[in-house]
Structure formats: structure tokens, C-alpha cells
């Protein structure tokens, strides 16, 4: 009811142009700016706006299952928004109208057949490098890793403020320019899903972290990275000088300590890193964080089990055998999460991160959790058990469910079942 008035009041103001769906909204006598096509037959569509004028259409959304576009609809060269989400089967002509919409800063072309995020989709046309005002270039498939490939083309969208879901690969026979990513100056957010060497003689990587330096000097506030356990990301400790404004750094892969800038994050909030990072002494560096809300350790290497089995095995041998979080600290820190296939034995010291409130393990096989005791202000603790579980880590689930049993604070405790 209450959306219902809203957009009929918008309609009213022409602030809004609403077409097929189950709306029904009075045809505007004036032009339209802003027009919203829902599910409804092709030709019905067509016959409701025939009429309107469409010259000053500055916004297009299409929802739901709308499966031909009118042609029409892409005539305006002043469009700044165009969303295409439930839009499917666009055609190649279609496609190049939109590659010549100069003026575009946001295109949204999700669960689509062009769709940049979660498809099958690589790879975009030379020409994309026209839109040089679009903010936002969404792509790849972060569950299966599936990345878009970074090129110099995509490096002339020089408006650009969030490029995500990116792969760079390295080989003999193309390989693209990473220092085109200095044209890059608005980014404040970048996403790389994965580094690919296919040419082990290459020292190509070697023009990443300068550019990564670069951009971290302009709106830099969010970073991701993962590696594909190439190692790159511990070559990131060679940054002579390190991205200070981060608000969210992800670095994922086969890091092997906390990289030594760390510390110097002043303003950083959110922090994931590769498992393979977590030792006592690593904890003691990013207690220091005194803005760090949210802290991850993750992994997510496919075929790698053996090796990372034995970096954690490692970590836990160097740190006295057992990972200890230390006393004080943390002292914004919220939530701590670790998701892996094997967790490591840990240990909070009394004392250990006083403002923790939520807790999440997700793991196939775990050492144990001790002290949880210790965290004063924990509210909730949720565990995420492989279905492929043994016996003794149901065991160590039990001995955890106990001891949250008996915190004094009466934390919520929930523990589900997650398949592979």
C-alpha cells in the first residue's frame, strides 16, 4: 500500500514513468526522465510509450522478464542510468547502442546474457574504453572465481570509482599494460579476483605494485586481492609507501605473515587476510588497529589443502602451539571470523579483544577454541560444520557449544551444516 503511494505520487510529480507490471499509473502529458518497464507483453509496452517523449529520458530500468527491449529505448544519447537487470536475449545492435552512450555513469547488465557479474562472461569489446564516465564496472563470479579480464581499454574509463571482479593475467603473447592503471585516479574501490602467470619468465607483476602505490595516493579506500597463491601478495611488503586511507583491505592467498605496513592503517575498518597469515605475533601487530571493526582470516585455496596444511601446522608450532590472542587491544573490534577447510588451535588470553561481540568458525576439521571465556562483551557465536566432518571435530564442536553455555554473558550460540 505504502509502495503503492509512493509511486503514484512520484508519477503525479513525473518524477517517475512506471510502464506495464501491475501499476497502474496515468500516461504523463510531459516529457519523460525517468522510465521504469516492468514484465508485460512486448507489444503493450510498445503501444503505452509510443506516444511519450523519450527525448529526455536520463534514467531506463528494466525489471523482471521484459525479453526484447524496444530499440527505441536505446535513441537517447543522454542517458546517464541504464539498468538492464531482468532484461534478457539483448542483440548485438542493441549492444553497440549502448557502447555509444557517452554520457552513461551507471550500467547495471545483471542476470542478463551480457551480464558482467556471475556469468560466463570474460571478456568486454574494445570499445567499452568510450564510456568514459561510467562509475561503476562490476564483473566476475567471486564464488567460482570466475574473473573479467583487466585491459588497457578498460583503463580509459577514466570516471571510473569501483572496478571489481577484475583477473590479470601474465603471458608471452598478451599481456596488458598495468601501468594504463595510473589512469585510474577516481577508483576508490578495486577488486582483483585473480593473478594469472601462464609465462613464468614474465616479471610483469613487477608493474602491479607500483599502480597498486599509485592509486592508493588519490580515493583509494578499498582493496581486495587475491592472489591464486601465485605468492604475490607478500611482494606487496616491498610498498615503499603503503595505502594509509583504506577503509577495507582483502588480501587472499598464500600470505604468509601480516604484511609490515599493516600497522600503519590508521583509519581501517574492515581486514581480511589468507589463514596462512595468523600467528600470535601477527595478532599482536593488529591489535594496535584501533578503528578495526571487523577482522576475517580466510581461505580458499582449491588443491592446495596439503600445502596450506602445512603453513597453519607451521604457524601453530611457531606460536608455542597454539595460535594465542593477546591480551588488550583491538579496541573497536566487533566480529572475528575464520572460514577454512582446518582451523587451528586458538586461544584468547583473558583480557583478549573486550569489545568482541560476534564470533563466526567455519571449518571441516578444527583444533579447538579456548578461553571464550575471556570475552567480555560477546553476544553471539555461530559455527558452520562440514557435512564431511569427523568425529573428533564434533567432539571439539560440542566442547565449544559448552563453554559458550556457561559465559556469563549468555551468548546466543548457533551451529548449521554447510555442504562441499
Known amino acids: 500500500m505504502i509502495l503503492e503511494y509512493i509511486v503514484s505520487k512520484s508519477s503525479e510529480e513525473n518524477f517517475i514513468t512506471v510502464v506495464g507490471g501491475h501499476w497502474l499509473t496515468p500516461t504523463p502529458s510531459n516529457k519523460v526522465r525517468r522510465l521504469s518497464l516492468h514484465n508485460s507483453n512486448p507489444e503493450d509496452v510498445k503501444y503505452k510509450i509510443e506516444n511519450m517523449n523519450l527525448s529526455h529520458v536520463r534514467s531506463l530500468t528494466v525489471f523482471e522478464n521484459l525479453h526484447h527491449l524496444p530499440s527505441y529505448s536505446f535513441k537517447s544519447v543522454i542517458l546517464q542510468v541504464l539498468d538492464l537487470e531482468g532484461c534478457k536475449n539483448l542483440n548485438s545492435n542493441q549492444q553497440d547502442k549502448i557502447y555509444k552512450m557517452f554520457q552513461l555513469k551507471y550500467l547495471s547488465l545483471r542476470n542478463t546474457t551480457l551480464d ?91 608493474e602491479l605494485l607500483p599502480a597498486i602505490e599509485y592509486l592508493s595516493g588519490y580515493s583509494l579506500k578499498s582493496l581486495a586481492i587475491d592472489d591464486g597463491f601465485t605468492g604475490f601478495i607478500n611482494s606487496m611488503d616491498d610498498l615503499s609507501s603503503p595505502p594509509k586511507y583504506l577503509l577495507s583491505l582483502d588480501l587472499s592467498g598464500k600470505l604468509l605473515h601480516v604484511l609490515k605496513w599493516i600497522k ?27 578503528k578495526l571493526f571487523s577482522l576475517t582470516f580466510s581461505i580458499n585455496a582449491k588443491g592446495q589443502d596439503s600445502h596450506i596444511a602445512e603453513i597453519l601446522q607451521k604457524n601453530t608450532t611457531d606460536s608455542g602451539g597454539k595460535i594465542f590472542v593477546p591480551f588488550g587491544g583491538f579496541a573497536s573490534l566487533k566480529q572475528l571470523r575464520l572460514s577454512a ?80
Do not use: C, W
Open 264 to 290: 600503519e592503517l590508521e583509519t581501517l575498518e574492515k581486514l581480511t587476510l589468507s589463514l596462512t597469515s595468523l600467528r600470535t605475533d601477527g595478532l599482536q601487530v593488529l591489535s594496535k588497529l584501533s
Open 116 to 206: 558482467i557479474r556471475e556469468t560466463n562472461v570474460t571478456e568486454l569489446p574494445s570499445s567499452i574504453g568510450r564510456l568514459q564516465k561510467m562509475v561503476h564496472l562490476l564483473g566476475g563470479n567471486k564464488s567460482t572465481h570466475l574473473a573479467l579480464k583487466f585491459t588497457e581499454e578498460i583503463a580509459k574509463m577514466t570516471g571510473l570509482q569501483t572496478l571489481t571482479g577484475i583477473e590479470i593475467e601474465i603471458s608471452r603473447d598478451s599481456t596488458p599494460d598495468l601501468g594504463s592503471m595510473h589512469n585510474l585516479t577516481k577508483l576508490k574501490k578495486l577488486s582483483i579476483y585473480n593473478l594469472r602467470v601462464l609465462h613464468a619468465n614474465n616479471n610483469k607483476y613487477d
Open 341 to 420: 577447510p582446518v582451523t587451528p588451535l586458538l586461544s584468547f588470553l583473558e583480557g583478549a579483544m573486550p569489545e568482541l561481540q560476534r564470533l563466526e568458525l567455519q571449518f571441516r576439521l578444527s583444533e579447538g577454541v579456548y578461553g571464550l571465556e575471556y570475552l567480555e562483551s560477546l553476544q553471539q557465536v555461530h559455527l558452520r560444520v562440514s557435512e564431511k566432518a569427523s568425529e573428533a571435530t564434533k567432539v571439539k564442536v560440542s566442547d565449544i557449544r559448552s563453554s559458550v553455555s556457561m559465559h556469563q554473558k549468555k551468548p546466543t550460540m548457533v551451529a548449521d551444516e554447510y555442504y562441499e
